[in-house]
């Protein structure tokens, strides 16, 4: 027995069933997300072409950014400031963002007149509520740890899937690396599906690592993990769960994740302060201003006010390609205090950075949009092919599973496999841990 491969490897009766339930909780989600995901890839394209009317204005004769932000928070009564964006360009509007009773308002204020040219919420700007709806369903951390067990279940169904997709017998090239081209619709369909799923599902495995650490439990798992192993982390940039727009615009969500461990790092500083006001000296933003065009750091570039005893001022490049990311402090005279950048970081910060980069599809820029976008329509067509399979060939008023045995063989490997990947991603392995006791409570032939 211990020759025999079913001692190691499932049957694939049993494969088939792991495979068609993690498919049926998962597609409905996987469709959503290519969908969603494909908008979100190409955000810098979508967001100039929305504020393309704000980036043609005549040319800024003479701006006065202090000014710019007085006229900003007079348009918002009752608003204080959190950041002002560097304009890109001498056509572009000014973008000042405030906060007024938790809600991070954008306002567009002409760079000669000052007249305010338009006011939006940040968590109402299209690129935004995509980004919610990838990740949370809009559900805030609820809908975060609901797309955290659809990335688990996803990777079973990627590893179900090339068991079953394995050739047996003579080995052939059609239907197994590319499709076959009959004239019946449903091979087709089926091709379509498994040899799409081939090629695209290192790919898909890259895309649900490089998004963990957004979600709520895992990225909470990861940050902890990381303080447990010692005092090696330098300044996270991404967000862990559902991160209101105010708090990442001032930078508050790093202080909250690194909690009071690391608030004697050299250079932290007020890097990661919430501002609740406007300066006392606003021509202190003007020097600051000056001095950030120097930097010439990657935009968009956000500069947010001291807060607090210190006087010092924070100057930082919030691309989403987050190795171009830098930070500068710098005194209200114009000087600058500190400067750190992407290389300063620890291996995981750095890991998961590109990792974070290449998955919005900005660490290569138009080719990893490509990459990235190819990948997204192919997850698509198989997950729509998989339903229209389905659809077809499921028993009217039935789910149209395989049979359970009485005695299904799991295999020595699939436990190893199980205990490996439930160890990684706690929600998949407590779901496994539910659904054996439930397989032993109920063991009998399911009726499907």
């Known amino acids: 027995m211990k020759n025999s491969p079913s001692f190691f490897w499932p049957d694939r009766q049993t494969l088939w069933r792991w495979h068609f339930f993690a498919g049926l909780f998962c597609l409905p989600f996987l469709i959503l997300l290519c969908l969603t995901g494909i908008i979100y890839l190409f955000k810098p394209q979508i967001e100039a072409a929305i504020d393309r009317p704000y980036d043609t204005r005549p040319t800024a004769i003479a701006p006065v950014p202090h000014e710019e932000i007085a ?72 809908g975060s740890v609901i797309m955290e067990m659809v990335a688990s279940w996803t990777l079973v169904l990627i590893l179900t899937g090339l068991c079953l997709w394995w050739p047996r017998g003579e080995w052939r090239f059609a239907g197994v690396l590319w499709p076959r081209l009959t004239p019946n619709k449903w091979p087709r369909l089926r091709d379509l599906h498994a040899v799409t799923g081939i090629w695209v599902s290192l790919f898909l495995v890259l895309f649900l690592v490089s998004g963990l650490p957004w979600s709520f439990i895992w990225g909470h798992a990861l940050q902890t993990a990381e303080h447990n192993v010692g005092r090696v982390l330098s300044i996270q940039d991404w967000e862990i769960g559902a991160v209101p727009a105010r708090d990442v615009i001032a930078g508050r969500h790093i202080i909250d994740q690194h909690k009071n461990n690391d608030m004697d790092m050299p250079g932290m500083d007020m ?97 990893n949009q490509i990459v990235n976008l190819v990948v997204a329509t192919g997850l698509l067509a198989m997950s729509v092919a998989a339903t229209l399979l389905w659809l077809r060939r499921r028993p ?39 659904l054996f006791f439930t397989s032993k409570l109920l063991r009998r032939p399911d009726k499907y």
């Open 396 to 434: 009217p008023g039935e789910l149209g599973a395989l049979p359970s045995s009485y005695s299904p063989k799991i295999g020595i490997a699939t436990i190893v496999i199980a205990i490996v990947i439930g160890c990684l991603l706690p929600e998949l392995g407590a779901a496994l841990i539910v």
């Open 71 to 142: 006229a900003a928070l007079k348009s918002i009564p009752g608003a204080h400031l959190l950041a002002y964006e560097l304009p890109r360009t001498p056509q572009s509007a000014a973008r000042v963002l405030v906060d007024r009773r938790g809600d991070a308002i954008r306002v567009y204020v002409d760079r000669n007149s000052h007249a305010p040219l338009k006011t939006v919420t940040e968590e109402h700007r299209f690129e935004r509520i995509i980004f919610h709806l990838h990740g949370e369903l809009l559900l805030g951390n609820v």
């Open 271 to 367: 890097r990661t302060q919430a501002v609740t006001s406007m300066p006392d000296d606003p021509i202190a933003l003007d020097l600051v201003v000056q001095t950030a065009e120097k930097l010439n750091f990657p935009a968009p570039v956000l500069i947010t006010p001291p807060s607090g005893e210190i006087g010092n001022w924070t100057v930082r490049s919030d691309t989403e390609n987050r190795p171009k990311r830098e930070n500068a402090i710098v005194s209200s005279t114009g000087k600058i205090v500190s400067q750190s950048n992407f290389s300063q970081k620890n291996t995981v910060d750095q890991i998961v950075g590109y990792g974070v980069a290449a998955h919005v599809g900005q660490l290569f820029g138009i080719f």
